[in-house]
């Protein structure tokens, strides 16, 4: 999910076309693709559409490291269209997501939404930085106090 969080930012920073679909994504194979915009459930085990632990930590890593690149990405002059596209990606961040964790990349969803209806609103409206930092704080803790001693 990750390289295609940052695929879907990066998108409209150069080259023509659209994002690329994830590969090689830990939830590739953990759940089947569902069209944008539809909410395909998560996994309902304690780590999501993870099969374990390790892998939920690493990909929730993963997906932090990309979430934490927003505000870069999407200062870039992006389209409404390719913030659709990143909160799509976010969609699915979420529904891959350990459920202790859903609400939090919920709140992240929300923000790219909003600023996608500013952005369509005024085409100089800005990414608020501060406020995904502030959210994502908790996933942070998370990783911290989940993830840390590693087996």
């Given at each position: 999910m990750a390289a295609a969080l940052v695929v879907a930012l990066l998108g409209g920073c150069g080259g023509p076309g659209t994002p690329?679909?994830?590969?090689?994504s830990p939830t590739a194979t953990a759940t089947t693709a569902s069209p944008?915009?539809?909410?395909?459930?998560?996994?309902?085990?304690?780590w999501g559409a993870y099969p374990d632990r390790r892998e939920a930590c690493a990909a929730v890593a993963d997906d932090l490291l990309a979430l934490a690149l927003l505000?870069?990405?999407?200062?870039?002059?992006?389209?409404?269209?390719?913030?659709?596209?990143?909160?799509?990606?976010?969609?699915?961040?979420r529904?891959?997501?350990p459920?202790?964790?859903?609400?939090?990349?919920?709140?992240?969803?929300?923000?790219?939404d909003s600023y996608g209806e500013a952005l369509e609103a005024d085409s100089s409206?800005?990414?608020?930085?501060?406020?995904l930092d502030e959210t994502l704080a908790p996933?942070?803790?998370?990783l911290d106090g989940t993830c840390r001693d590693g087996d």
């Amino acid at each position: 999910m990750a390289a295609a969080l940052v695929v879907a930012l990066l998108g409209g920073c150069g080259g023509p076309g659209t994002p690329a679909p994830p590969t090689g994504s830990p939830t590739a194979t953990a759940t089947t693709a569902s069209p944008a915009g539809s909410a395909a459930p998560a996994a309902d085990g304690p780590w999501g559409a993870y099969p374990d632990r390790r892998e939920a930590c690493a990909a929730v890593a993963d997906d932090l490291l990309a979430l934490a690149l927003l505000p870069a990405g999407l200062s870039a002059g992006p389209t409404v269209t390719e913030v659709q596209e990143v909160e799509d990606e976010v969609e699915a961040v979420r529904d891959a997501a350990p459920p202790v964790l859903a609400a939090d990349f919920a709140r992240v969803q929300l923000l790219v939404d909003s600023y996608g209806e500013a952005l369509e609103a005024d085409s100089s409206a800005r990414f608020d930085g501060q406020a995904l930092d502030e959210t994502l704080a908790p996933v942070r803790d998370w990783l911290d106090g989940t993830c840390r001693d590693g087996d």
